[in-house]
């Protein structure tokens, strides 16, 4: 028999969380939305915080992913739930809040998750403590993530780094950068690995600050790295280009950080159904599991699928988490569930301001701005498109080069 509750730890971890996403960041998700590019101050209260959960054992409140997926093969029995299950409920949690909030906690970033995924022990015991962004995509290239032109070129002790980095999420705010660049152009993908790039590293600057549709209280940045000079032990994992293995190395923050995007996505749609039941539950419209959706009112049955989908979505998530804790490759289920809540989460918020009417197209709710924050989480971390392409080709057993 298959049980699907969480764990007692895992469960008080969710609620605390929750209680982050309630009291914290639903009184000012609209002051931060309109108030673009500004420093939410309140979540400084939340660094010291965090620091001392960490400290103490307790799983993380926000995004940062506990642990690295190592090979398959070693204690496949294990039934551990740890740091990634733990992250990925404390993510759909602070999300229900607010995502745009959640995407900015101190210590935080998704860039955190990239180096719990390929840092040496080493690595994680000097960057344990700092609060990492992530920066992947350029100005040539979006979900292609194989198609990096920063270069990163080996100059006695230290690394020496060129190139533009933009859309990098906390890109401003944070202590570090993950930045993906080629040690060797001529070898192709397998020369691309990832640095840690200190924020006052000499060489490196923000040139702008990017306006968007949603998550507005996360800043996005564009980044330039001129002679950016790092030291040569900032290369995360190996600094050996291995041909064989190829892109697999820095590929494997993805299978960490995709759930968690996922999670994100169900936590959004979580609180856009939340505040839809209750909008039509007051204009008199009852749902009902036990009679046929085509036999209730069209909101209801509506609501009926999107809480499907959403259900879906969330269980996708789950598995793909536990997967990675329990050292199972998760590649594909990481791509399943990202594809399935990137979508579930822009039709449940789209859907729920329709159902809402007037009142959901103002600014009286939430919901208009959850479906502007929303749509992100369907393009960052990989598009809908690209999580379909990698589902398609691992089912298919066909390389990146068969199926294009």
Known sequence: ??????????????????QVAAQIFRPISRKYDLAEHAYPVELDTMAAMVEGLADSGTQKIGGAAGGRNDEAGTDLLANANGGNMSALLNALETSWGDVGLMLTIPYQGLGNAAIAAVATDEQLERFGKVWAAMAITEPSFGSDSAAVTTTAVLDGDEWVLNGEKIFVTCGERATHIVVWASVDKKLGRAAIKSFVVPR??????????????????????????????IPADNILGSPEVNVEKGFAGVMQTFDNTRPLVAAMAVGVA?????????????A???ISYDTPAINQHAAAAEFLRLEADYESAYLLSLRAAWMAD????????ASMSKAKAGRTGTDVTLKAVELAGTVGYSQRLLLEKWGRDSKILDIFEGTQQIQQLIVARRVLGKSSAELK
């Open 270 to 282: 979580r609180a856009a159904l939340e505040e839809l039941r209750t909008i039509l539950t007051d």
């Open 200 to 229: 006052d590293a000499p060489g490196l600057s923000v040139a702008r600050l990017e306006h968007k549709l949603g998550i507005k209280a996360s800043d996005t940045a564009v980044l330039l790295l001129q002679d950016c000079r």
């Open 284 to 286: 008199g419209v009852e």
């Open 326 to 333: 329990n050292k199972k490759p998760n590649s594909l289920e």
């Open 1 to 18: 028999m298959i049980n699907l509750e969480l764990p007692k730890k895992l469960k008080a971890s969710a609620n605390q969380a929750h």
